[in-house]
């Protein structure tokens, strides 16, 4: 009944999609070197580990670190060289975008007091061992990715996500105490109601006109409608199933279970089936719409409030994230133009980076998914 919503972090991402790259090798080096910090050469193996290419906060990000990200984007998204090459800044972008938001994210929660456990710990060296399991070591080496470079990336994002989780559930259960106090007083039901339209209904809405009044029926079929509505209300009483005799009616796309809590609706419809026992029919009430016919299933139900509660705090939590978030990022001043350290990061073809995946066997030469 209540789902929790669940944060998804890259780190895992990380393992998880890249399983079907199963212990496929890295072809052989056929890429020379071509563009380093305007020089035309492009830094690979230890030098990317050695060159800083973005400052974000207090942290300089290192080129083999931005490789990883590059390699997991690719991978991710199905990217291509020639996708890549006939967009090259946009994707670059996007790379860039992301590690900014996380990096700035990681700074956040290591700066209010989030701390990994040992168990946490022990997670993502685990996941780290399967990574380098499932990914040629001899591939990330080509662009310095060492197993360092991997943990602190694992690290990082392991603290992003702890931070996300620890902050949603703390939003839900402030909501839910609000919703809870708020609420308290209200009794939720369930009831089933027919409706024998007096206007008419396409696609399972009403349909207005251009002033945006509902299209009436003709007199003649309002009144047999009124009849059917007193009729359907016999045979309820007489026990015939609720969902048959919409479906005989064929008033499906109008006709429904509603469940929600008294004084939630009209004064009329309020007044209908407020004092409804469980299995109650009611007299036909004619709406805007047409005339309602309803069935008490439930005048007290305590697992539909429970769930309203926290489905509604959830919902409340989830709005404020982004609130929260918007105030994470805000803590970091982010410069793009003043932040990035020199010109490597301008001068990466990152194709070219698609195409050794694509040689290697990593990613399938296809469209990609942008």
Sequence with gaps: MWK????????????????????????????QSESKSGSGVEVLGEDAGNTEVVKIGDEKITLDYLYLYTIQFIYTYKATEDAISNDMDNYKNQILSQLRTDEIKYIYAKNNGIELTDDEKKEMDDVVDRYYKTFSEEFLEKYGISKDTVKNLFYKQRYVSKLNDDTQKSLEEQYQKEAEKELKDKTFFDLYYLLFPTVEY??????????GNYTQLSDDKKKEQAELAQEAKKRLEAGEDI?????EYKIEECSEELRSYFGAYTEDLNNLIKDMKNGDVSESYESDLGYMVVKMINNNDEDYKKYYIETA??????????????????????????D???DTWKNVDISKVAAAMEEAGITKTGSSDE
């Design 340 to 342: 990035m350290i020199g």
């Design 313 to 338: 705090a959830t919902q409340k939590a989830s709005s404020q994230m982004t609130v929260e978030e918007n105030k994470w990022l805000a803590s970091v001043e982010v410069d793009e133009e003043k």
């Design 243 to 247: 969902e048959d005799l919409e479906k």
């Design 202 to 211: 396409k696609d399972g809405s009403p349909v207005t006109d251009s002033d």
């Design 4 to 31: 929790k919503l669940m944060s998804v972090a890259l780190a895992m991402s990380l393992v998880f999609t890249c399983v079907a790259c199963g212990d496929k090798k890295n072809a052989d080096n056929n890429t």
